[in-house]
């Protein structure tokens, strides 16, 4: 069974394996409403399905089913957002593709709404603190289990504008002081590096300007880490 947003025909659908099918517009109404209505037409369709009803990695969580304040839809910049990961998506896949070691794909992150990749370097990592809101700790201590440098997009929070970003797990001595292409900038407030999607956007080379910042970032990662980058890296051709 899948579930589909279709963010050009502003519709979710749903597919069984048995060619169950059934969805619904993509409008205004509250989280509480959509789940709802979601919860109904999987039922309709014989699926049981069961979830954790509070949204990951944000404080203060309200239940899915409860959450009447949140209600707004706006269907031309849920496209417009739908069109810019599209544009990060294909980024983030030519950044990877020239890495020989172990590589996550590039996956959407719905708690904090982020779309990223990943690269290790082989070894074990420390254990994460954890203490992510609503997300237990046996999560998060799994998912940074080992040595990494992450890239990806993400559409900006509370004082914080979208924005392309980087960081590593764990955090090499001197990571803050490396030199990373601009108008790439390290943020104090969440210890990554920026780089800021309205200066993306009106770059000459919009392709150019993000690869440069991840490749330039994970070099920095890689180096002060002292990753084994021949091992890991295919030669440029």
Known sequence: MSIDFDFLGQRLDIAGCDGERDGFALQPMSVAAFYEKLMKRLHGLGFDVQINRKPNEVADAVPFDRDTVHASYDAAYVERFFRAL??????????????????????????????????????????????????????????????????????????????????????????????????????????????????????PDPDRTVLDFFNSTYEAAANLANWDRAALERAAT
């Not at 950044?95 to 290790?120: C, E, M, Y």
């Not at 998060?140 to 559409?155: I, L």
């Open 86 to 203: 599209l544009q990060a998506d294909r980024l983030c896949k030519q950044f990877r593709a020239p890495f020989l070691g172990k590589a996550s794909p590039v996956h959407f992150f719905w708690g904090s709404f982020d779309l990223a990749v990943t690269r290790f370097s082989g070894r074990v990592a420390p254990q994460h603190p954890g203490g992510i809101p609503n997300m237990p700790d046996w999560v998060t201590r799994e998912a940074y289990s080992r040595e990494e440098q992450s890239v990806g997009f993400w559409p900006g929070g509370p004082g914080i504008e979208a924005s392309f970003y980087a960081y590593a797990y764990p955090e090499p001595p001197g990571f803050a002081e490396a030199k990373v292409a601009p108008p790439g900038y390290w943020s104090v407030q969440l210890r990554e590096f920026l780089l800021p999607y309205e200066s993306v956007r009106t770059s």
